[in-house]
T-cell receptor, first 112, second 114 residues
Framework: DQQVKQNSPSLSVQEGRISILNCDYT??????FLWYKKYPAEGPTFLIS?????DKNEDGRFTVFLNKSAKHLSLHIVPSQPGDSAVYFC???????????FGKGITLSVRP | DAGVIQSPRHEVTEMGQEVTLRCKPI?????LFWYRQTMMRGLELLIY????????DSGMPEDRFSAKMPNASFSTLKIQPSEPRDSAVYFC????????????FGSGTRLTVV
């Protein structure tokens, strides 16, 4: 039973355009959400996060939006760069010291 | 800090053999997690420890899997006997309970069971 769902396995965008990566969740107890980025042959690395009490968090080219009523969050990358090509995992937790539950990931390809 | 260190990076073994994966967490981190990545299931949590004590092993697929953390700087994940369906990338991650929300992952061990 996937509590964190990334339903699109892949996304391809042109360099300079916006990338929008989506994530849905089912557990209303999730209080914190994170995005991780993973390059081949490396471990996932933390990218950006958002608390459930906020609806937006921005860090440079990366913005995460949270819609609690829809149990949906999205990661926007503007402008997209070829170096952004990677697998992106959405993750969520239910408390400060709880485990992270990850989605299956989405492979982003940014075309030059 | 060298980060989370996993060994070996790659392991190829025959079905039925015992496999041991190793992890050294970041010094001072009191949580340690073992995850497995597959195409079908993505990143799934197998087990995690807090202060060397197993807290949740509900993700361990079968009795063939076992994990230990004898001290704060070392953990092992053992599969005995291994099966082809165990082939995956196994990640170890650690975090500190005080401050920060994210985990630091190791580079993973790619296991192939033939």
């Amino acid at each position: 039973d996937q509590q964190v769902k990334q339903n699109s396995p892949s996304l391809s965008v042109q360099e300079g355009r916006i990338s929008i990566l989506n994530c849905d969740y089912t557990n209303s107890m999730f209080d914190y959400f994170l995005w991780y980025k993973k390059y081949p042959a490396e471990g996932p690395t933390f990218l950006i996060s958002i608390s459930s009490i906020k609806d937006k968090n921005e860090d440079g080219r990366f913005t995460v939006f949270l819609n609690k009523s829809a149990k949906h969050l999205s990661l926007h990358i503007v402008p997209s760069q070829p170096g952004d090509s990677a697998v992106y995992f959405c993750a969520a937790r239910t408390g400060a010291n709880s485990k992270l539950t990850f989605g299956k990931g989405i492979t982003l390809s940014v075309r030059p | 800090d060298a980060g989370v260190i996993q060994s070996p990076r790659h392991e190829v073994t025959e079905m039925g053999q015992e496999v041991t994966l190793r992890c050294k967490p970041i010094s001072g981190h009191d949580y340690l997690f073992w995850y497995r990545q597959t195409m079908m299931r993505g990143l799934e949590l197998l087990i995690y420890f807090n202060n060397n004590v197993p807290i949740d092993d509900s993700g361990m697929p079968e009795d063939r899997f076992s994990a230990k953390m004898p001290n704060a700087s070392f953990s092992t994940l053992k599969i005995q006997p291994s099966e082809p369906r165990d082939s995956a990338v196994y990640f170890c991650a650690s975090r500190a309970s005080a401050g920060g929300y994210g985990y630091t992952f190791g580079s993973g061990t790619r296991l192939t069971v033939v």
